[in-house]
């Protein structure tokens, strides 16, 4: 479910919604939650991230979320970016668990964007990530008005293989010495998506749903 509400940008901001899963613009507050899940999850999540100056705790603390932000609300506005923060409503509140964003959009003939995601290992397992995929995608492909979705992964990276595999995203290609993580030139498959592949099904999330329930 999309609530929407026009922006400068194409689909922008939004509020997502499937189950317990919900994708929202970050907030100032979300400060302390970001930097305890990012320092909770070092070992987890450091071997796929870009190298950058700093220790991890450094890089990750409540102060530097504010630069994180400030980049964040730059690229939504510009209409390059909808970066968006993961939550899980458990209990009655409302949980940041995860990050994922639709970077890198290229408009006009183009029409398309790539997709970067992290969630905290303690929900990891439980759909979270294909969930938010499936939903970001749809509105994506929708309200966000691109026609085709890309993810590149490190090939020794199977848990992140694995989301986009079992939603149906192509293998297309292979990029040698492609982004620089954790301290070298890593190579990394490119998988893709475009809006015909899932128009037929009634969306991707509506082709998780059945997958969750055996029937896809």
Request: include cysteine; charged fraction near 25%; glycine fraction near 12%.
């Amino acid at each position: 479910m999309s609530l929407f509400n026009p922006g400068r940008a194409p689909g922008w901001p939004v509020v997502l919604v499937d189950g317990p899963v919900l994708l929202r613009p970050y907030r100032r507050s979300d400060a302390a939650a970001w930097s305890e899940v990012r320092r909770a999850n070092q070992a987890w999540l450091s071997p796929w991230e870009s190298s950058l100056p700093g220790s991890w705790d450094e890089l990750n603390s409540p102060a530097a979320f504010r630069w994180v932000y400030r980049d964040q609300r730059r690229s939504a506005r510009t209409g390059e970016g909808m970066p968006f923060a993961v939550c899980l409503r458990e209990g009655g509140r409302e949980r940041l668990v995860g990050h994922l964003n639709l970077g890198s959009i290229v408009r006009r003939a183009f029409c398309s964007g790539y997709v970067g995601y992290w969630v905290d290992s303690r929900v990891a397992g439980r759909g979270v990530i294909p969930t938010a995929l499936a939903l970001a995608v749809d509105h994506a492909f929708g309200p966000g008005g691109l026609h085709r979705v890309e993810v590149n992964i490190r090939p020794e990276n199977r848990p992140s293989r694995r989301v986009v595999e079992k939603l149906g995203f192509r293998e297309e290609a292979y990029h040698v010495r492609y982004m620089h993580i954790d301290g070298a030139w890593r190579d990394h498959i490119g998988y893709a998506m475009t809006s015909e592949e899932v128009a037929a099904e009634g969306g991707l999330l509506a082709r998780w749903h059945r997958i969750r329930a055996g029937t896809g």
